[in-house]
């Protein structure tokens, strides 16, 4: 587990190489056979992944994510503060359903584009020192995509730097915000569920709709802690819009408002793709949903001979495997599917599929040894300080460290140390994985914290530190709220404030 930490933090190989390590160390070490091991790398949550990977290539293949995202900013309007708030909303919203990564490069194109035409209709007639709306003139210059056509010298101004930084940011930490509030959201939520699919087989507290429950509101709780945040570290503490009325729109407000519009307009009509793809969207989340919502009985329940064989992963992958077969232009033209392998192939995280796979084996490994249990027995006299001091110290050190690692390295380290953290204190398992599953998703500080942040710091608007300030108290923002949340609605949800009869009772004086 050491030499794993290590070379995950330091990269020294490829992370999912490392992830091979088990497969080769626990049989030479007599910890596990092979075959055992072998098991731990392909299982439920890797069926999940492949269906939700399906539909992401769907929805990005035919351009809806370009129309929702679109629709969503010329809703908001167009001054800084609620365009920034837009572009936000929107990217929180896509990185529900799909990868962080793919919501950033999905959003980020559109964030550029619409800076870009915003510039050009001041350049047309609308620029000029009487533009206290926007000040946008020359805003994205310094894009990877645009530095070739347009003049650098606008581009000092302060308003428009700041208001590019305040943007680029916002579109990076609301994708790892927005990705926390579903359990296929990330792969860090997705590892916990597996993990306690294996290690706690009879527990049935986790399923989509009280994990919706549970982090939609730390969600908007943090978005909008966030937005006001950047807007006040970047643009300005004028937040008088909030209680103005919008009134009579000015001839420049106008003019913006039509580059967007003319934006949208562009896409054309819905496609009969976007249809089919928005209405398979809309049937996973319902099927999700009502599977097994916990107060009435799901349709889960029509199955009786097993009433755990299905799961979120079966959903998925009917809908996923769906979409090979129907066809894309109906049977009057040439076949072609919705989505093609090779299309899939190129959107499938298989780094993640191998990373994941180690750290199940890595946990195995972990309980087979009895490594877990000596950890635990170490950890005991934690259990004299407050549930939620604990909970605390956990969610504090989750965060510094998934800040230098992946998310998905960082909680596959913690959770077979925190589950027998838990039983030996004799503490809902719950109470302390729930909110170190969410902080591994809170790495805010550095472009290398995860691919998200990397994406927008390539586009050369923000520096390092201009990460760091903002990152510092994004970090902050998440942490209280989701402490707020366990300690509060997160209690009764999950019955956190009693020990479950899935957990085993641990026995500090066993030998």
């Not at 503060?81 to 962080?100: D, E, I, K, P, T």
């Not at 194109?109 to 035409?117: G, T």
Request: with cysteine.
């Amino acid at each position: 587990m050491l030499l794993m930490a290590i070379y995950w933090v330091t990269e020294v190989i490829p992370l999912s190489m490392t992830a091979m390590l088990p497969a080769i160390l626990f049989p030479l070490l007599g910890i596990m056979s092979s075959s055992n091991v072998a098991k731990e790398y392909f299982n439920n949550f890797h069926f999940l992944l492949v269906g939700v990977v399906c539909l992401a290539t769907s929805i990005e293949k035919w351009g809806l994510h370009r129309r929702v995202a679109l629709r969503l900013v010329t809703l908001v309007g167009v001054n800084p503060a609620w365009l920034l708030l837009g572009f936000m909303s929107g990217c929180a919203f896509l990185s529900m359903w799909v990868q962080n990564t793919s919501a950033v490069t999905m959003v980020m194109p559109i964030v550029d584009a619409v800076l870009q035409q915003i510039l050009k209709a001041h350049e047309e007639g609308y620029s000029g020192e009487d533009n206290p709306t926007l000040e946008l003139d020359g805003t994205c210059t310094d894009s990877i995509l645009y530095k070739k056509n347009v003049p650098t010298a606008s581009c000092r101004r302060r308003q428009g730097r700041m208001l590019c930084k305040a943007m680029c940011i916002g579109i990076a930490y609301s994708s790892s915000i927005g990705g926390i509030t579903t359990l296929p959201g990330t792969s860090a939520n997705l590892i916990f569920s597996e993990y306690l699919n294996q290690v706690y087989p009879d527990c049935n507290s986790i399923n989509f709709g009280n994990w919706l429950l549970l982090c939609l509101p730390i969600s908007v709780i943090m978005l909008l802690l966030t937005w006001f945040w950047l807007y006040w570290l970047f643009i300005g503490s004028d937040f008088k819009f909030l209680w103005q009325c919008r009134g009579e729109q000015s001839e420049r407000e106008r003019a913006v408002k039509k580059v967007l519009e003319d934006e949208y307009k562009k896409l054309g009509a819905i496609s009969s793709q976007e249809i089919f793809t928005g209405v398979v969207f809309v049937v996973m989340i319902l099927l999700w949903l009502t599977r097994s919502p916990g107060f009435i009985p799901g349709w889960g329940s029509l199955f009786p001979h097993k009433s755990n064989y299905i799961t979120d992963a079966t959903v998925a992958l009917v809908l996923g495997v769906l979409l090979f077969f129907v066809p894309a232009h109906g049977p009057s033209r040439k076949y072609e599917s919705m989505i093609s392998w090779k299309e899939f192939q190129a959107s499938m995280p298989w780094q993640v599929a191998l990373l994941v796979g180690g750290g199940f084996a890595l946990a195995k490994g972990a309980e087979e040894s009895g490594l877990s249990l000596w950890v635990a027995r170490l950890m005991t006299p934690l259990g004299d300080l407050p549930v939620l001091a604990t909970v605390t110290i956990a969610c504090l050190i989750v965060t510094t460290l998934t800040e230098v690692t992946s998310n998905a390295a960082t909680i596959t380290i913690f959770l077979p140390i925190l589950s027998p953290l838990a039983e030996a204190i004799h503490v809902n398992p719950l109470y302390i994985l729930i909110p170190a599953t969410l902080c591994t998703s809170f790495s805010f500080l550095l472009p290398v914290s995860n691919p998200p942040n990397a994406v927008v710091y390539a586009y050369g608007h923000i520096t390092i530190m201009d990460m760091v300030k903002a990152g510092l108290g994004v970090n902050m923002i998440g942490v209280l709220a989701l402490l707020l949340a366990i300690a509060t609605w997160g209690i009764p949800l999950f019955s956190l404030d009693t020990y479950p009869e899935w957990a085993p009772t641990f026995n500090s004086t066993t030998p």
